[in-house]
């Protein structure tokens, strides 16, 4: 039987092996679990027993890495249906390295059913993924997500715990189909949306474009925020290669889970924790890989968010940067015109594209795989220069998102250029303000209602604490009117977020929000709105000494809870520019949590 020493020491310092610059194998005796299993005194004795209840006997976890599986299955998430399966694929994984699989299943935060928005519930799932891996005998742990918020909160909440982990992505559903047509999820559902309202196709035909567009399991297959956040794992080092790519009906996918199952328990031998691999130069590699990709708004969110519970200081400045200098080469749905998920994957996938702009990137930097990011890239080819170019014949000449400053955004917002009608690249026109959706709609539907090609559309109090959550209202739907007469975009603005599926002139995550006082609370309809992507500007026309009268006549709105996780998520929820994490969860907010104590 394994022994541990006193369990109210710090953990063991691994030293490095004489010669190499890698720490030394840990021992079974330094394994966390055995703080559990292995003491010969009465608690351990009741863990060991109620082991042996559930018919495990003690040559199976003896000696050995207990390695939970953090599984956001659920019934009610369409992108994850086929982790009931996967995840024993990621048990005989772990049993054929040697290790001991425990399955904990976390919050699904499924994007398609839960609300008023997914984004109320990732810091949930980071808080849960962090004390489940706290609070159990677990050595390592496998992450089991890919539906937009459960990437970023499994990998939040593992980053702050620091044992060792390994992100499996669920995959990119098949293409859709409807009439022969390729359909993209999100992306062709607000276009054919449109074509309904404008009267160009029919219910029938909308009926069929609703039974074509998912046709199996896995998340969307455009570049939405799903695959540009498997995409951004990947980058930063926390998936093994090309893994972020592999469709999840692809029988790839299948050996892709066991394949995580053995590594994790080399992993917890070698010691080889987040904090070793996520530097700031590995979030700088996210950057640029999600730049290249044509990636979500939500990018900037997530990435600035994971950056700093790693306690590495990213910020919209760093977006901007690699904005500037590395530009669109993956030819993907919204900002591509054609391509799909499975086309990105037959072509090369992740590590074909990362070759394409190894230059950015740095190679050095510390993967899952227990290589460097160079050494994980060496080799890879890309099979279709359509889908994915090369940094001299890109679809779009700079990065995927631009970054916004002006007296409507002291703080920043996003737009995304590449995915955009190129004629409001620079823009000013009248703003029409709503307070808030259902207004809003109402307006867009009214055909008398005075929209024009120049009006900029802005909604707000969808921020953070105004909508609450952050709902993805972002890319305002069209006026009627307006599709009738053929248009199919218009500049709009709010303080939400918007769906990585989604597209158009939409300058999104205005910062301060509006609930909270910020600039946006302050426009009024008739006000100027003046845009210039190149030159990174947004503001309202308004002198100053207008605006200081309106600021002093502003009344806060009435808090949105007043009891539950809505009333703590007012109370700490961080504005976007800052990743929207929870104050109490950032790295150096406190000291480090402590092992929990064992009596």
Request: charged residues 20%; glycine residues 10%.
């Amino acid at each position: 039987m394994t022994t541990m020493p006193d369990p109210d020491l710090p953990p063991v310092e691994l030293e490095a092996e004489p010669g190499t610059a890698r720490p030394a194998r840990k021992t079974a005796a330094e394994l966390r679990s055995a703080r559990w299993f292995g003491p010969a005194d009465l608690r351990s004795f009741g863990h060991r027993s109620r082991a042996m209840q559930m018919g495990y006997s003690p040559e199976e976890w003896t000696g050995k890495p207990i390695i939970a599986i953090l599984n956001t299955w659920s019934d009610l998430n369409p992108c994850h249906v086929h982790f009931k399966q996967r995840v024993e694929d990621v048990k005989r994984g772990i049993l054929m390295a040697g290790g001991f699989p425990v399955e904990l299943p976390a919050i699904s935060v499924s994007e398609s059913y839960v609300k008023p928005t997914t984004m109320m519930y990732r810091n949930f799932l980071a808080m849960e993924a962090e004390e489940l891996l706290r609070s159990h005998p677990v050595d390592g742990a496998v992450l089991m997500g890919g539906c937009d918020k459960t990437t970023p909160g499994l990998l939040l909440g593992a980053t702050s715990m620091n044992i060792p982990a390994i992100f499996l992505p669920a995959g990119p559903m098949l293409r859709g189909n409807w009439q022969g047509k390729v359909l993209g999820s999100g992306s062709d559902s607000w276009k054919y949306w449109d074509e309904l309202r404008a009267g160009k196709i029919t219910d029938q035909d909308w009926l069929g474009v609703e039974g074509g567009i998912a046709r199996s399991y896995g998340t969307c297959m455009t570049m939405g925020t799903a695959s540009t956040m498997t995409a951004i794992a990947e980058a930063v080092g926390m998936v093994l290669p090309g893994g972020s790519s592999v469709p999840a009906a692809d029988a790839g996918h299948i050996r892709l889970a066991s394949e995580s199952g053995r590594r994790i328990v080399e992993m917890v031998w070698e010691d080889l924790t987040p904090q070793r691999i996520q530097t700031k130069a590995a979030f700088e590699n996210a950057i640029a890989v999600a730049m290249a990709m044509g990636c979500s708004t939500n990018a900037i969110i997530h990435l600035i968010a994971m950056a700093r519970r790693a306690g590495q200081e990213i910020g919209l400045e760093d977006f901007e940067r690699y904005s500037r200098k590395v530009p669109v080469i993956g030819n993907v749905r919204p900002s591509g015109n054609a391509y799909l998920m499975e086309d990105f994957f037959y072509a090369g996938g992740i590590r074909g594209l990362m070759g394409r702009i190894r230059e950015h990137l740095d190679l050095s930097c510390l993967t899952v795989s227990g290589q460097t990011l160079g050494e994980n890239i060496e080799g890879a080819k890309v099979f279709n220069d359509d889908v994915i170019r090369t940094t001299a014949n890109p679809i779009y000449g700079e990065g995927s998102l631009a970054v916004l400053k002006g007296n409507l955004a002291p703080d920043g917002c996003v737009i995304k250029p590449a995915a955009m009608d190129q004629r409001f690249l620079k823009h000013s026109g009248p703003a029409v303000v709503f307070d808030d959706y259902p207004s809003m709609k109402k307006a867009v539907d009214d055909e008398a209602y005075p929209f024009t090609p120049d009006t900029v559309m802005v909604l707000r109090n969808a921020g953070p604490q105004g909508g609450p959550g952050m709902p993805e209202w972002g890319m305002l739907p069209m006026p009627k009117r307006l599709l009738r007469e053929g248009h199919r975009d218009m500049l709009r603005m709010s303080d939400a977020r918007m769906s990585g599926t989604s597209y158009g002139a939409c300058v999104l995550h205005v910062a301060p929000e509006s609930y909270i006082g910020g600039p946006l609370a302050l426009l009024k309809t008739g006000d100027i709105v003046t845009l210039d992507v190149d030159a990174r500007t947004i503001n309202m026309e308004v002198p100053e000494e207008e605006l200081a009268r309106r600021r002093a006549a502003w009344v806060a709105p009435e808090p949105r809870f007043e009891r539950g996780y809505g009333y703590m998520f007012s109370k700490h929820i961080q504005q976007a520019n800052e990743g929207c994490d929870f104050d109490f969860l950032r790295t150096e907010f406190g000291a480090p949590v402590p092992e929990p104590v064992i009596y």
